[in-house]
């Protein structure tokens, strides 16, 4: 089994997400952000990781990595329920407003394309990550799970009651 295909079926042993985007991303000053891609705009300079955390601004979500340098796996995955933990070490849980049902990851540069999903509605969404090694002379991977969409404020400025599923 190669590299790629034990990291995918490494991560996902206590249950199965709605979606999941495998992907490599090269990473530079070790870091790398889950945007809504929608959200080109986005200021990533107020969400910058910090040691072994995630940083968030709403709009993004800062993600450190182990490497400056190099490409890295990535799973980026939706669940409709709360996800079980994930392998490896935990960076954090986080929110993410969502516009444009789209959440993609992005590097520094922002020129790469990279793992992205596709939410059934805008909204915001719970993010918890993982940093996971596959092996002995590998790069290191990172797994983002997406989670339980609180729906938008409604006209008196208030959400409905918050959703402990997502609705994708």
Known sequence: MDDAAAFESALFRDGEPYDVAFDSLWVTY?????????????DVSTAI????????NGGAVGIPAKSSAG???????????????????????????VEGRELSL??????????????????????RVWRSELGRGTPRSSSTSVYGRTPPPTETGHPSAPSTTSEA
């Open 30 to 42: 070790g870091e790398f952000w889950l945007v809504s891609t929608a959200g080109c705009s986005v």
């Open 49 to 56: 990781p910090t040691a072994d955390s995630i940083v968030t």
């Open 71 to 97: 490409h890295m796996a990535m799973a980026l995955s939706l669940w409709s329920a709360t996800p079980p933990d994930g392998r490896g070490i935990p960076l954090g849980s986080s929110s993410i407003t």
């Open 106 to 127: 992005v590097n520094v540069e922002g020129r790469e394309p990279a793992p992205a999903l596709v939410v059934e509605e805008d909204g915001t969404y719970q993010v």
